[in-house]
C-alpha cells in the first residue's frame, strides 16, 4: 500500500444529496466491453426495461451483430416456474454455438438482485457443464451508476487473472501482457525487439481500467520512456490473454471510478496500489507517471518539457476556455479529473456533481485538484454527491455558468434556455487520456462555446416563451 | 427467458410515460432504479424537445429494497407538487416495482391527501403489456377519472356542440410522425367543415378531457393508441367513433365517408363526395401518380412490409391497391391484435408474418429478395446489409424520422408524402431500364455479394459476362437462381445456355 501519506483534502467542500439524477444504466458497461475483450460475450440477465435502454442507448451498435443480448426475464422466470438453471444453460448452449465466444459475462441486474438470482452459484456449475468460463458481474442500478458498471465487471475478471505459477512458459507469459503484440502494430520490428535493459529493474506493474487499444499502446510506450514495463492490462484484448497477477505486485488505475477493481487486487490478489491522480490532462498524465516511478525509485526524464509542449499546443483552446465557468452535473465519475484539467485550463468551477465519491481511491486525484485550485488561484469547488437535478438547475439558473456538463436529458431544455451544454457521455467515449489527447478532451469541451459564439450574433439564444421556473 | 438482441415495442412504461407527457402539466414519478429514466433522454433527443421532460424517479436503491420504500414515494410526489404544481402526477409503475409488490396504490392515497394535485397509480403489469398497450390503457384511465369525477360534481355537460366537432384520439410524443398528422387532421376537419373539439393527448390539459362528451363523434386515427379510449366513451355516452385511419387515397375516402354517414345520422345534412372527388382528382397528386407512366414501372416489383398494425395494414394496402406493387409480406409486431391485422391485409398481400422476432423478418426478407422493403429502423438495416433500400413507416426510429419540414402520413399531404418515400425507395424507373439495356454500371467483374451460399459450380467466362449484364440489385438473385436450376440438372458448368434454361424456367 502506498496510499501511506493521505493528503489534505479537508478543505474541498463535500455534499451529498438525494441521489435524485440522471445517469445511465450500469448495464451500458458492455457497450464497450464487448468491443474492448473480442472474444467474450456479454449477456445482461434482466427485462425488457433494460433491454430497451441499451437498445436506444449505443443507438447504431446494435445493428453491428453485438456479442451481447438479453437474456430476457418472463414471468414465469419471476415467479419461478421456471428453472433459472436449466433456462441459463439452454441460452449459453445456444450462445455456444451461435457464437463460440471464450468467455460468457453474465450481468445481473435489479430484477435478478430483487428475486435474488444465485447468478455467483449457478456460473461455476454451468461453466463446467459447457465448457466455458462465466463471470459473474452484479451491473445494477440498485446500487451502481454508469461507468462503475465496468468496475463491477473488471472486479469479477480480476479473480480469472492466472498467477506466474499457473503460466507455464515464459512465452505465454509475455503473450499475456499483450504487450509485444501491440508495440508491434504498426512499429518498426527493431523498436520493439530492443534488448530488455531497456527497462530498468522494477516490480511488476499491471495497470487495469478498459481504453481503446491505441491508449493503451500509447500509454505503455510513454511508460516504456522512464523505463518502466507494463506487464500486462486488465482487461486485455481477449479474455485468453487476461495479465498475470502474483501477490506483491503492483497495480495503478487509469479510471476514477474502479474503486471496486483496487479493492479487490489489493485484498484478494493482495497487490500493492499506487494511488496516482489519473492520466486524463497533460498534469494528470504527468502526475500519474511521475507517482509511479516514484513508488518504483525512478527519476522521471523529460516529463516537465513534455507537459509544457503540450500546454503550448492548447494554446488556441485555452484562449476560448480561459475565464470561463463549468459547472458538473455528474454522471460518470470522470468529473473530479475532469474539473482539475479544465481548473489548469484557467476556468473556474463552481460545482462538480458527481455519483459516487471514493476518497480513498481518488485521494490523489482530490489533492491534485486541490493544489490545482490553490495554483491557479480559483476558489475550491463544491462537490455534491448523489446529486438532486431539480435543485442543481435550480443553481444554475442563478449562477449561469458558461458551460453545464450534463446528460442528455437536460442539454437540450437548457440550451433552449440560453445555457451552454456539453453531453457528459461523449467524455467516457472519447479518447481523452494521455498527453497527446488532452486536445480532444477540449476539443468537445470547447465545440459548444465556439459553435455558440459563431452562433452568437443571430440574436435568438433564448429559445424558450416563458422564463419557466425548471 | 428468452435471448433477445432487439425488441419493436418498448416496456409498458414507455407507454405510460408517453401518454402522461404528451398533456400539458401533468407530471409522471416512476417507481425505479436509478438509469431507469432513459425516457427523458429520448424525448430530449429524439423530439428535439426544448422543456425539461415532466418524468422523474423515486429511486428504488438498496435501502428501499431492504426496508420498502416507506415514505419515499409519498414524499417524492407531494415535493414534485410543491416544486412544479402540476394538475395530475402519474405513479408509473416499472418492472421492478412490479415485482417489489408493493402497495402502491396506497402511496398514491397518502399523497392525494397532502398535494393539491390529482394522483394516480397507472393500471399497468410490465410483464403482460407492452408500450403500446399500456399508452393506450393508460390514456384511457385519465379520461375516465375524469370524466367520473365531473360526473360526480355535477359540472359534465354532455349536451353537443352546435356545430359538427371531432375529438381526435390517439396523438402522442414519440409517435411516428404524431405531430405532422395532427396538423393534416386539424386540416381535413376545417375543410369538412368540423370543428375539432380536443387533441387527445398532445397539448391538452386534465381540464379539457370534461369537454369530450360535447363532440359528435371521435377519430381515432391510429389503432395502437386511443382505442380504448374511444371505447368507453362510446359505452358511457354512446358517442360514435372511426377507426379508419386516413392513411392512402382510398382510406382516406373510406374515413371522410364513414364521418358523413355518423354527422348525417345525427342530422347534419353534409355530402362530401364531392370534396372527396376534388381532392382525390385535383388536389392530391397521388391518384394521379399511379396513373402516370412513370409508376408503371413499379408494377409487379416485389415489396415487403413490417410495422406497426396501422402503418403496415395502410401501407400494405396503398402500395397493392393504389400502385399495382406486389406486395410478398405483410407483418406486424403487434402480435396482440393479429386478428385485426390479418383481416385487413389478407387480400393484399401472399403471405403475413406476425412476429417480434427481428431475425425471423430478416430471414423472410433474405429470402423474398424484395425490391424495396417498408419497415422500421431495424428493417432498414437489414435491407443495408442485404443492399435493398427501405422506406421507414413505422416506430421504432430513430432521429431522422423525426423530420423538421412537414411530414404528415395522413389525409391527402401525407398521401403525397407516401407516394415520394415509395417512389425514392426504388430504383428509380429510367434508371432501371437504362442499367438492363447497358449491363449496369460495373462491367469489371461480378459482385457476389449474395446471401447464397459459395458453391463449387463453374460459371463460364460468357456466362459471366452475361451475369453481369443483369443490374446489380437482382444479380444475387438471378445467380442463385441458376445455380440451384444447374444443380438440380446435375450441370458441372454454367454457361450461358444453361443461365437462360433457368431464366425460363423461373419464368423470370
Partial sequence: ?470 | MKLAYWMYAGPAHIGTLRIASSFKNVHAIMHAPLGDDYFNVMRSMLERERDFTPVTASIVDRNVLAQGSQEKVVDNIVRKDHEEHPDLIVLTPTCTSSILQEDLQNFVQRASLDAQCDVLLADVNHYRVNELQAADRTLQQIVQFYLERAQKKGNLSTEKTARPSVNIIGITTLGFHNNHDRTELIKLMGDLGIDVNLVLPDQATVDDIKKLPQAWFNLVPYREVGPSTAAYLKETFDQPCIDVTPMGVVETARCIRAIQKILNAQGAAVDYEAFIDEQTRFVSNAAWFSRSIDCQNLTGKKAVVFGDSTHAAAMTKILAREMGIHVVLAGTYCKYDEAWFRDQVSEYCDEILISEDNGAIADKIATIEPAAIFGTQMERHVGKRLDIPCGVIAVPIHIQNFPVGYRPFLGYEGSNQIVDLVYNSFTLGMEDHLLEIFGGHDTKEVITKTVSADSELVWSKEALVELNRVPGFVRGKVKRNTEKFARDRNCSEIDVEVMYAAKEAVGA
Fill in chain 1, 1 to 470: 500500500m502506498t496510499l501511506a501519506q493521505q493528503p489534505q483534502t479537508q478543505n474541498l467542500e463535500f455534499d451529498c444529496d438525494s441521489g435524485n439524477y440522471h445517469t445511465f444504466c450500469p448495464i451500458s458497461c458492455v457497450a464497450w466491453l464487448y468491443q474492448k475483450i473480442e472474444d467474450s460475450f456479454f449477456l445482461v440477465i434482466g427485462t425488457k426495461t433494460c433491454g430497451y435502454f441499451l437498445q436506444n442507448a449505443m443507438g447504431v451498435m446494435i445493428f453491428a451483430e453485438p456479442r451481447y443480448a438479453m437474456a430476457e426475464l418472463e414471468e414465469a422466470d419471476i415467479s419461478a416456474q421456471l428453472s433459472d438453471y436449466a433456462e441459463l444453460k439452454r441460452l449459453c448452449e445456444q450462445i455456444k454455438r451461435d457464437r463460440n465466444p471464450s468467455v460468457i459475462v453474465f450481468i445481473g441486474t435489479c430484477t435478478t438482485e430483487i428475486i435474488k438470482m444465485d447468478l455467483e452459484g449457478l456460473a461455476p456449475k454451468l461453466e463446467a457443464e459447457i465448457g466455458i468460463p462465466i463471470v459473474v458481474a452484479r451491473a445494477n442500478g440498485l446500487d451502481y451508476a454508469f461507468t462503475q458498471g465496468e468496475d463491477t465487471v473488471l472486479a469479477a475478471m480480476l479473480q480469472r487473472c492466472p498467477t506466474s505459477e499457473d503460466v507455464a512458459s515464459e512465452t505465454e507469459k509475455e503473450e499475456r501482457g499483450g504487450i509485444q503484440k501491440l508495440l508491434n502494430f504498426g512499429r518498426k520490428k527493431d523498436d520493439v525487439s530492443s534488448p530488455v535493459s531497456d527497462y530498468k529493474e522494477h516490480p511488476n506493474l499491471v495497470i487495469f481500467g478498459s481504453v481503446p487499444d491505441p491508449i493503451v499502446t500509447q500509454m505503455t510506450l510513454e511508460l516504456k520512456k522512464q523505463g518502466i514495463k507494463v506487464n500486462g492490462w486488465l482487461p486485455a484484448k481477449r479474455y485468453t490473454e487476461l495479465p498475470v497477477l502474483d501477490e506483491g505486485d503492483y497495480v495503478v488505475g487509469i479510471n476514477p471510478f474502479l474503486s471496486r477493481t483496487a479493492t479487490g487486487l489489493m485484498r484478494r490478489r493482495k497487490c500493492k496500489l499506487i494511488g496516482a491522480p489519473f492520466p486524463i490532462g497533460p498534469d494528470g498524465t504527468r502526475a500519474w507517471i511521475e507517482k509511479i516511478c516514484s513508488v518504483f525509485g525512478i527519476e522521471p526524464e523529460g516529463l516537465e518539457e513534455r507537459e509544457a509542449k503540450i500546454w503550448e499546443s492548447l494554446e488556441d483552446y485555452l484562449a476560448i476556455v480561459r475565464g470561463k465557468s463549468v459547472y458538473f452535473m455528474g454522471d460518470n465519475l470522470l468529473e473530479i479529473s475532469l474539473a482539475r484539467f479544465l481548473v489548469r485550463c484557467g476556468m473556474t468551477v463552481p460545482e462538480i456533481g458527481i455519483p459516487y465519491m471514493d476518497k480513498r481511491y481518488q485521494a490523489a486525484e482530490l489533492a491534485l485538484l486541490e493544489k490545482t485550485c490553490r495554483d491557479m488561484g480559483t476558489p475550491l469547488p463544491k462537490i455534491t454527491e448523489k446529486p438532486d437535478n431539480y435543485n442543481q438547475l435550480q443553481r444554475i439558473q442563478e449562477l449561469k455558468p458558461d458551460l453545464v456538463i450534463t446528460g442528455m436529458a437536460h442539454a437540450n431544455p437548457l440550451e433552449a434556455r440560453g445555457i451552454n451544454t456539453k453531453w457528459s457521455v461523449e467524455f467516457t467515449f472519447a479518447q481523452i487520456h494521455g498527453f497527446a489527447n488532452a486536445r480532444d478532451i477540449l476539443e468537445l469541451v470547447t465545440r459548444p462555446l465556439r459553435r455558440n459564439s459563431s452562433l452568437h450574433d443571430l440574436g435568438w439564444d433564448k429559445l424558450v416563451k416563458e422564463e419557466v421556473s425548471v
